[in-house]
């Protein structure tokens, strides 16, 4: 079975401040993907990011990185100088290789980001 | 359109009552998912068509939940005989295809469904 776990709950920053939110998985799959979601006040989930488990490099997109690290299954995800139109609910996800479109949801982490 | 639309937006039943619930992919895009969004928690997968091929319901909360996907594009979720726990937002999204970097998904806006 899978499983993702994002144990901050809830996070609080001022504008400004590098914040980040942390992801765990359980897989017994060798290969899988790996996804960050955004989803705004407004409530339509957007993607951020896609990572396969066969690729440990880290990357890089504008004020956002993300750190994947299989020895300890984590997929973290960092805003650099976060800004207010950041707060938002993000979460992390995992799916099978050869059916990513099942993936599973953690519960989600709800970022405020304060003027 | 540009994006996934779901209809209704918004959905009030009362309980015992049948609901469905639309979704229009993106066109193109040959995988669909449904989910479910319960408040304050993360999504829970119910459904997946990929193409032709049989869908995958391993997630359906229970034989009160049937989807189908006509022709391949339009999708609909049927709720049966509606409990108050079935009160969500349910979600649908669309890729391009199922592995890759086709797995990108898109979401629509949701139906909010309340069961009173």
């Known amino acids: 079975a899978q499983k993702v776990t994002q144990a901050q709950t809830e996070i609080s920053v001022v504008e400004k401040e590098d914040v980040t939110l942390d992801c765990v998985y359980e897989?017994?799959?060798?290969?899988?993907?790996l996804f960050w979601y955004k989803q705004p006040p407004s409530g339509e989930l957007v993607f951020l990011i896609r990572?396969?488990?066969?690729?440990?490099q880290n990357e890089i997109s504008g004020r956002y990185s993300w750190n994947f690290q299989k020895s300890t299954s984590s997929f973290n995800f960092t805003i650099t100088a976060s800004q207010v139109v950041d707060s938002a609910v993000y979460f992390c996800a995992l799916s099978g290789y050869t059916n990513a479109g099942k993936s599973t949801f953690g519960d989600g982490t709800t970022l405020t980001v304060k003027p | 359109g540009a994006g996934v639309s779901q209809s209704p937006s918004n959905k009030v039943t009362e309980k015992g009552k049948d609901v469905e619930l639309r979704c229009d992919p993106i066109s193109g895009h040959t995988a669909l998912y449904w989910y479910r969004q319960s408040l304050g928690q993360g999504l829970e997968f119910l459904i997946y068509?990929?193409?032709?091929?049989?869908?995958?319901k391993s997630g359906l909360p229970s034989d009160r939940f049937s989807a189908e996907r006509t022709g391949g594009s339009v999708s609909t979720l049927t709720i049966q005989r509606t409990q108050q726990e079935d009160s969500a937002v349910y979600l649908c999204?669309?890729?391009?295809?199922?592995?890759?970097?086709?797995?990108?998904?898109?979401f629509g806006q949701g139906t909010r469904l309340t069961v009173v």
């Open positions: 897989t017994r799959d060798t290969t899988y993907y």
């Open positions: 999204a669309s890729s391009l295809g199922p592995r890759g970097v086709n797995t990108e998904a898109f």
């Open positions: 990572r396969n488990s066969f690729d440990e």
């Open positions: 068509f990929q193409g032709n091929s049989a869908p995958d």
